[in-house]
């Protein structure tokens, strides 16, 4: 606490009102308010004389008038997070900004739209008891069983590609599931071929049981 309230030819009651004056009066610093707080808890006598100026004082508040406190919130958020004001938009800009949003609009329906398979070719018996289809999309060839069963036990049908002039080429086994392979689509006048073979495909990598179902390729992209 500083020195600044103590009079040196004053007795130590007489400081000690006076300092109880001050600290009523509000005019002390934030360390000697809070040294007489302390001191107001553990000495009665102090606290008293602090009270006693309280009481000699409180006739000022009532002669006070009350003046309500300024409202400096607003000016206090208009400082610290200014808004800008929105821009006047003419009827031109307004339509120009929804014809861009129409447009941004339908170019992500587009973007998100999954491409649609085409067909390149069924393969399918006379009475289209087995049949199985085969679609192009993106980079991927799929072969779908449609009607029918799969291959007896022990055996299945195997897909094969065959091009103008050359030999088979395995595609891979049509099982329960679908058969997705990467391949592009093959041009016309290719010919697809299924044939049955034992179980796990054929051992010489060329059709070695019947082939019951062929088709042409019937889409050139």
């Known amino acids: 606490m500083t020195d600044t309230t103590l009079e040196p030819d004053a007795s130590p009651e007489d400081n000690d009102d006076a300092l109880a004056g001050e600290y009523v009066l509000g005019v002390l610093d934030m360390a000697d308010r809070s040294a007489v707080e302390a001191r107001m808890k553990a000495d009665t006598v102090f606290a008293a004389r602090v009270a006693a100026w309280e009481q000699r004082l409180s006739p000022l508040d009532d002669e006070t008038p009350e003046v309500a406190a300024p409202d400096v919130l607003a000016k206090i958020e208009a400082r610290l997070f200014p808004v800008a004001e929105k821009p006047q938009r003419s009827l031109f800009g307004w339509l ?13 329906v587009v973007v998100l739209a999954p491409p649609t ?3 390149v070719a069924v393969l399918a018996t006379k009475d289209a008891g087995l049949s199985y289809q085969l679609t192009h ?3 991927r060839l799929t072969a779908t069983r449609v009607a029918g069963q799969p291959a007896p036990a022990g055996q299945v049908h195997q897909l094969w590609i065959i091009a103008p002039g050359q030999s088979p080429v395995s595609l891979g086994l049509l099982e329960d599931e679908a058969l997705v392979i990467d391949y592009p689509v093959p041009p016309a006048g290719w010919l697809f071929a299924v044939s049955v073979e034992p179980a796990g495909g054929s051992p010489s990598g060329l059709p070695t049981g019947p082939v019951i179902l062929t088709a042409p390729v019937t889409s050139d992209t």
Not at 96 to 108: D, E, K, L
């Open 117 to 119: 398979p085409e067909v």
């Open 137 to 139: 999309v993106g980079d």
């Open 96 to 108: 120009s900004g929804m014809a861009f949003a129409v447009a941004v609009a339908v170019a992500a």
